[in-house]
Antibody
Framework: QITLKESGPTLVKPTQTLTLTCTFS??????????VGWIRQPPEKALEWIAF???????YYSPSLKNRLSITKDTSRNQVVLTMTNMYPADTGTYYCAHRPLSTIPYYFDYWGQGALVTVSS | EIVLTQSPATLSLSPGDGATLSCRASQSVRSLLAWYQQKPGQAPRLLIY???NRAPGIPARFSGSQSGTDFTLTIASLEPEDFAVYYCQQRSAWPLTFGQGTRLDMK
């Protein structure tokens, strides 16, 4: 059974750096064809994909956020860490991590964490 | 970046009605498009992958189809639990993109 859970601060100040951790079970990020992504959602707004890492450490970032993001995996701890620098109030929202398989169906985000609400305010 | 445009923004229907939700891609995504359902306070749930394949455990009343860059999610006969927000997402090219969502409201 695959599960994921996000953890990190609920409140950050403008200009600070956000660090979120996705802790997962039921799969290994050292296995071929597996990846974990981060998707965020401002309150009452649409989903926005922001970062992704494959099992082979290939990484992808949203172009609009690329300069502020870093995604890393720790296969021994079954964790993926997202770092976002210089936080703005517009970065307020729920941050989800999700599992995505490449070599088996369904090839999309099939398991999601419960989400972590992050508020950016002074 | 591939832009996905969903329509309508809001759809008001009654249980038992059929629903048709649309997603148009700004360029070809082949068949590499999925549909998700999101209920308030919950994470999205994958419904359809690669345009027309139901994800495991998804009821048969949900179906997907494609005509070129136009994709359709059809819900055959709405159940009360189907009232939610629906998103499309493409995996044809990086960056991955989502549509802006269609809210399915109960009339």
């Amino acid at each position: 059974q695959i599960t994921l859970k996000e953890s990190g601060p609920t409140l950050v100040k403008p200009t600070q750096t956000l660090t979120l951790t996705c802790t997962f079970s039921g799969f290994s990020l050292s296995s071929n064809g597996v990846g974990v992504g981060w998707i965020r959602q401002p309150p009452e707004k649409a989903l926005e994909w922001i970062a992704f890492v494959w099992w082979n450490d290939d990484k992808y970032y949203s172009p609009s956020l690329k300069n502020r993001l870093s995604i890393t995996k720790d296969t021994s701890r079954n964790q993926v860490v997202l770092t976002m620098t210089n936080m703005y109030p517009a970065d307020t929202g729920t941050y989800y991590c999700a599992h995505r398989p490449l070599s088996t169906i369904p090839y999309y985000f099939d398991y999601w964490g419960q989400g972590a609400l992050v508020t950016v305010s002074s | 970046e591939i832009v996905l445009t969903q329509s309508p923004a809001t759809l008001s229907l009654s249980p038992g009605d059929g629903a048709t939700l649309s997603c148009r891609a700004s360029q070809s995504v082949r068949s590499l498009l999925a549909w998700y359902q999101q209920k308030p306070g919950q994470a999205p749930r994958l419904l359809i992958y690669d345009a027309s394949n139901r994800a495991p455990g998804i009821p048969a009343r949900f179906s997907g189809s494609q005509s070129g860059t136009d994709f359709t999610l059809t819900i055959a006969s709405l159940e009360p639990e189907d009232f939610a927000v629906y998103y499309c997402q493409q995996r044809s090219a990086w960056p991955l993109t989502f549509g802006q969502g269609t809210r399915l409201d109960m009339k």
